[in-house]
């Protein structure tokens, strides 16, 4: 079984440009989640969806959103980007099952470099 | 709100040798999971051992067990045996039970091995 792809790997973009960042689950993994992580701030939460509504949101400005496709599939878009927002962005994706824990499986990640 | 301390940035450790990762944390709720993962660099975030609040019995996974404990607030990681593949950054992660619940990471640990 295929794990979670993210596309695209590396990005550099330019201060107050926009980003969309791709992910796609494990077949049959309806939740998505969404990482921030960066050498200072560590991994920091984003948000997540299931079954195309957005379940649960970090504290990050609305500059980032995102959302999930019918087929799990997910986004994130970042606008008017800056500096800071440079980072490695990580999806990770799980199953619906029943009950309060389901192992999430990560992506490779995406490297954003603002310059 | 949840919060994971890893106030070790660094630790190096000697192949076939043990060594143990310290994680506090702190939140309100009663149930909760205690997670460690595992990020090889320039590779993706595994999951190394989970642990259930409710469960008194340490989690262990081949070579890596927890010492957990609960009034302390404190979820250790001991390597047996490490192996020269161990090296890596080392999270330590907390999720209340509950839809809604984020998982909160530590800032991580990079963790070497000398051969």
């Known amino acids: 079984k295929a794990g979670v792809t993210q596309t695209p790997r590396y990005l550099i973009k330019t201060r107050g440009q926009q980003v969309t960042l791709s992910c796609s689950p494990i077949?049959?993994?309806?939740?998505v989640s969404w990482y921030q992580q960066t050498p200072g701030q560590g991994l920091q939460f984003l948000f997540e969806?299931?079954?195309?509504?957005?379940?649960n949101k970090g504290n990050f400005p609305g500059r980032f959103s995102g959302r999930q496709f019918s087929n799990s599939r997910s986004e994130m878009n970042v606008s008017t980007l800056e500096l800071g927002d440079s980072a490695l962005y990580l999806c990770?994706?799980?199953?619906?099952?029943?009950?309060?824990?389901?192992?999430?499986?990560f992506g490779p990640g995406t490297r954003l470099t603002v310059l | 709100a949840q919060t994971v301390t890893q106030s070790q940035p660094e630790m190096s450790v000697q192949e076939a040798e043990t060594v143990t990762l310290s994680c506090t944390y702190d939140?309100?709720?009663?149930?909760?999971?205690l997670f460690w993962y595992k990020q090889p660099p320039s590779r993706q975030m595994i999951l190394v051992i989970r642990?259930?609040?409710?469960?008194?019995q340490n989690a262990t996974e081949n070579r890596f067990s927890v010492n957990f404990q609960k009034a302390a607030k404190s979820f250790s990681l001991k390597i047996s045996d490490s192996q020269l593949g161990d090296a890596a950054m080392y999270f330590c992660?907390?999720?209340?039970?509950?839809?809604?619940?984020?998982?909160?990471f530590g800032k991580g640990i990079t963790l070497s091995v000398r051969p």
């Open positions: 990770a994706s799980s199953l619906p099952l029943a009950g309060d824990y389901n192992e999430q499986f």
């Open positions: 077949s049959g993994h309806r939740s």
């Open positions: 969806y299931f079954s195309e509504t957005q379940r």
């Open positions: 939140t309100s709720e009663s149930d909760y999971y």
């Open positions: 642990q259930e609040a409710y469960k008194q």
């Open positions: 992660a907390l999720k209340s039970t509950g839809a809604n619940s984020k998982l909160t």
